[in-house]
């Protein structure tokens, strides 16, 4: 018991991550934003990977790459624009990015 104390006392804390601040100018920023939000409330919960596609369908020349969208997302997300939901599919993890006025989808369980 001592050593189980002495363990987690001994453990360093997560550090917190600061706010994001982004670089882009206002008028980028606003644009970047306004398209993304209409990705997102257009296709409903998506994916990174599937959102990355559909900003290269509209072209929009503002993100420079993925990386850059996630950072806009997650900025999105710290001004509760957008928000990150976990859907579980079994044993694997599928995260969606959603408006705020979209319902969640639960799937049906199977009565037993």
């Not at 006392?9 to 970047?32: S, Y």
Request: with cysteine.
């Amino acid at each position: 018991m001592f050593g189980t104390a002495i363990r987690c006392l001994a453990k360093k804390p997560k550090p917190k991550m600061g706010p994001v601040a982004v670089k882009t100018p206002p008028e980028q920023r606003q644009t970047i934003t306004r398209t993304l939000f209409d990705i997102i409330k257009e296709h409903g919960p998506i994916t990174v990977a599937n959102t990355w596609e559909r900003v290269k369908e509209v072209g929009l020349k503002d993100l420079t790459s993925k990386n850059h969208m996630k950072i806009m997302l997650r900025w999105m997300r710290e001004r509760q624009k957008v928000r990150l939901v976990c859907n579980h599919v079994g044993a694997h993890k599928q995260f969606l990015y959603t408006t705020w006025f979209t319902k969640p989808t639960t799937s049906p369980k199977n009565p037993s």
